[in-house]
């Protein structure tokens, strides 16, 4: 009893030492989390995410179009190819350009209809999917991208640069960089397209709205949609040199175009 009297004050404190170290050690690991410097930028993982996604044509036509259905799929390429032809027009003498091909959904109906057609994506697995999907037709040619350069493209090579479906996906910054180097690439006269959801219509606000109730910040998957107003797609035209800027918005669709 007397030892154990002595003793157990004397444990006590040993627990106490152990578990403030304990919490200081907690704290200092704590302390060397800087955001400022610049830490995992999962949004930025374009390609590790893109992969992930693809696996299969299966998965890359759910992550392209939000299903799997192939006649919703070609149906929709349909679709897109009549808003390219409404908007910069298609001719059999283009080289035409797609930034963000995916599985080739698109390039599939716009090879066949003009000179050249090149896919850029920063997934290896939508570009062996897009290959797939388009053997047979010569015209074509693909390209692995860093995520915010045309780089393997020459200078003034291309006639028609279109890139639908991705804007939602990327940074504002990595979407200029973009329009920046299809001025590079494109021809005198050349044209552009981009399009975003918009959060300027009913639908796009709805879905806006669906995207901010159904994820905390913590748990946003990193290719969340973020949305676009004519304004912010027509300052990126304007700022890297384009004219004849126009823009119209369709449902949940913000398009614009223009030539350089
Ligand atoms: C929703 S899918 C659209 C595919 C295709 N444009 C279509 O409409 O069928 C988005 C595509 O953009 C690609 N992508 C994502 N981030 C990219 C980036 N920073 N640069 C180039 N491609 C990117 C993805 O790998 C994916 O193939």
Redesign the pocket.
């Known amino acids: 009893m007397w030892l154990a009297n002595r003793l157990f004050p004397s444990v006590r404190r040993l627990q106490a030492r152990l578990a403030e170290a304990e919490a200081r050690a907690a704290a200092a690991k704590a302390d060397e989390f800087n955001p400022f410097e610049g830490g995992l930028d999962a949004r930025?993982q374009?390609?590790a995410?893109?992969?992930a996604?693809?696996k299969t044509d299966e998965s890359?036509r759910q992550?392209?179009?939000g299903n799997a259905d192939m006649a919703l799929?070609e149906s929709?390429?349909a679709a897109?190819l009549a808003v390219l032809q409404r908007t910069v027009g298609l001719q059999s003498s283009d080289d035409v350009l797609?930034?963000?091909?995916?599985?080739?959904?698109?390039?599939k109906v716009v090879a066949p209809l003009v000179r050249s057609w090149t896919g850029?994506?920063?997934?290896e697995?939508?570009l062996g999917l897009a290959k797939e999907r388009l053997a047979g037709q010569t015209n074509v040619r693909l390209a692995l991208?860093?995520?915010?350069s045309l780089a393997q493209i020459a200078d003034a090579s291309i006639d028609v640069v279109y890139?639908?479906?991705?804007f939602?996906?990327?940074?504002e910054f990595?979407r200029f960089s973009?329009v920046l180097d299809a001025y590079r690439v494109l021809r005198p006269r050349g044209r552009i397209y981009i399009d975003n959801l918009t959060l300027c219509s009913d639908l796009g606000w709805q879905m806006f709205e669906r995207d901010r109730l159904s994820y905390t910040a913590g748990n946003r998957p990193p290719?969340i949609s973020t949305y676009s107003t004519p304004q912010e797609l027509e300052a990126y035209l304007l700022r890297a040199g384009f004219r004849e800027i126009e823009s119209s918005i369709d449902g949940k669709w913000l398009r614009a175009w223009a030539a350089k």
């Open positions: 930025g374009y390609r995410t893109w992969q996604l693809s890359a992550s392209i179009i799929f929709l390429a897109d797609e930034i963000g091909c995916g599985a080739g959904r698109l390039g850029c994506d920063v997934s697995n939508m991208v860093s995520g915010n890139c639908a479906v991705v939602m996906h990327i940074w990595d973009y290719h």
